[in-house]
């Protein structure tokens, strides 16, 4: 039966626990093409096109090339990033996560394996509460924060950005990923970008369109690149298939 249920997701995705999180309404892990994805009601969070856009933008900047120390991720879903760090580019420096929902967490040990990763701390937190008490400094924090299609507004205002600029070491890239599918969502990536820029000079703006869906996303980066870390061939190939950098029009 389980090798039947494998075969049919080949062709459509299959539901495979639907539930309520803590935080988001609904939660669903499908079975699609062999593999588990966790999506909420209208989008995915973790190993469908979420994860091809982080696949995407790490080719794109080359993420192979830097030498980081520790990583900070706000916004875990069920570990698609981590997989990416990890698996696809052998990245073994301590990883701190934060989960909002402990109903996401569970469904990432459950179907995602989260547990596999070793040097990797899994935090049940508020990001916004994470961020202003913390003490420790990150050279790669990647911000991940949805509630279903939304990111909080909390998460765009000057106290966070200033709380995520106190947690950065000198050196480091910033990694801030939002929606801008619906034209609210474009408009509220223009006000973002705007507090963005005036905290972190020198932020570029991307944007992925994967499924017919768009998300952009905030680089900052002023990491040195270590030369002694070669792309794959592979990776060169595949960055053939990023869409670009646009910059936001503030009429």
């Known amino acids: 039966m389980n090798k039947l249920k494998n075969l049919v997701s080949y062709l459509y995705p299959m539901i495979v626990e639907a539930t309520t999180g803590k935080v988001s ?3 669903e892990v499908t079975k699609y093409q062999g593999k588990y994805q966790l999506n909420s009601l209208n989008v995915n969070y973790s190993y469908g096109s979420l994860h091809t ?9 080359k993420i192979d090339q830097y030498d980081f120390s520790n990583i900070l991720i706000l916004g875990m879903g069920a570990g698609s990033v981590i997989s990416l ?3 696809t580019h052998n990245i073994k420096v301590p990883i701190t996560a934060i989960e909002n929902d402990s109903v996401v967490i569970e469904l990432s040990k459950k179907y995602f394996d989260i547990g596999k990763y070793s040097n990797l701390e899994i935090i ?13 400094q990150y050279d790669l924090i990647i911000i991940d924060l949805f509630i279903d299609n939304e990111v909080p507004m909390i998460f765009s205002g000057d106290e966070f950005l200033q709380g995520i600029k106190k947690i950065t070491t000198n050196n480091s890239c910033i990694i801030y990923n939002k929606m801008t599918e619906l034209p609210l969502h474009k408009k509220e990536m223009v006000e973002l970008y705007r507090n963005f820029e005036s905290i972190f000079p020198g932020t570029t703006l991307m944007k992925f369109n994967i499924n017919n869906m ?8 002023t990491l040195p690149i270590n030369i002694s870390n070669k792309v794959s061939v592979e ?8 869409d670009g950098l646009f910059q936001p029009s503030f009429s």
């Open 53 to 61: 856009i982080f696949e995407r933008l790490f080719i794109k900047i």
């Open 235 to 242: 990776q060169k190939r595949q960055e053939e298939n990023y």
């Open 25 to 27: 309404s609904y939660l």
């Open 124 to 136: 049940n937190s508020d990001a916004f509460d994470f961020v202003s008490n913390t003490q420790n």
């Open 85 to 87: 760090l990890r698996k």
């Open 214 to 221: 768009e998300n952009s996303i905030l680089l900052y980066n």
